[in-house]
Each structure stands twice: as structure tokens, then as C-alpha cells.
């Protein structure tokens, strides 16, 4: 069992940062890749960046790329997503995930209750 906790969203201005957290317990999160995906008020929950378990190989969205850096320390058990040169369209609520690192969500087998995002114009 992995449980999972996101911390670090708030309001931010248009090219702002922000950086999330995401902890985890349980002594196996370093044999989990971890996720990060976001929600949009009437959206669907959609694939932002991954990490695999050692750390060695992420990847993430188009836009994303260049923005967002994901990150772990697997020492902290913690994942982490730095977050630079936010837009409005940006705001979501932030879910962490642990499980096999990929883009759909149905590959993950733990969440995070969330953490809001607001990036105002």
C-alpha cells in the first residue's frame, strides 16, 4: 500500500511558479514510477509528467515541456513537480499517481487527494 499526499498549490500570477510535492508512505514508493495529472473544472483528469523508479527516465506532455520538471527523491519518498512560466490555462487540481508510470491513468494504482492550482491572468 502507497499513500499519497500532494502539497504546494496556490494562486499564482501568469508566469509565476510554483513547485508541488507529493509524499508518500509505505517503504515500496521506490519501486513505483510516479505520475503527476491534472483535473480542469469539467475536464477529464489528463496525463501531465512521469518519473520511473529510479528517476533515470521522465517524460511529460507537449505543453508541459520546457515548463514543468519533474523530479523524485526516493530517499524522502517524495515526487515532485516543479512548475515555471504558469498560464491560466494551467489551473487544474494536481493529482499524483503511483504505479507503472505510464500516460493513461488506468495504469496507476494509487492517488493523492489533490492539490488546486489557480493561475490568475
Known amino acids: 500500500q502507497v499513500q499519497l499526499v500532494e502539497s504546494g498549490g496556490g494562486l499564482v500570477q501568469a508566469g509565476g511558479s510554483l513547485r508541488l510535492s507529493c509524499a508518500a508512505s509505505?517503504?515500496?514508493?521506490?519501486?513505483?514510477?510516479m505520475g503527476w495529472f491534472r483535473q480542469a473544472p469539467g475536464k477529464e483528469r489528463e496525463f501531465v509528467a512521469a518519473?520511473?523508479?529510479?528517476?533515470?527516465?521522465?517524460y511529460s506532455t507537449d505543453s508541459a515541456k520546457g515548463r514543468f520538471t519533474i523530479s523524485r527523491d526516493n530517499a524522502k519518498n517524495t515526487v515532485y513537480l516543479q512548475m515555471d512560466s504558469l498560464k491560466p490555462e494551467d489551473t487544474a487540481v494536481y493529482y499524483c499517481?503511483?504505479?507503472?508510470?505510464?500516460?493513461?491513468?488506468?495504469?496507476?494504482?494509487?492517488w493523492g487527494q489533490g492539490t488546486q492550482v489557480t493561475v490568475s491572468p
Open positions: 518519473i520511473s523508479w529510479s528517476g533515470g527516465i521522465t
Open positions: 499517481a503511483a504505479g507503472l508510470g505510464s500516460t493513461r491513468r488506468g495504469e496507476y494504482d494509487y
Open positions: 509505505g517503504r515500496t514508493f521506490s519501486s513505483y514510477a
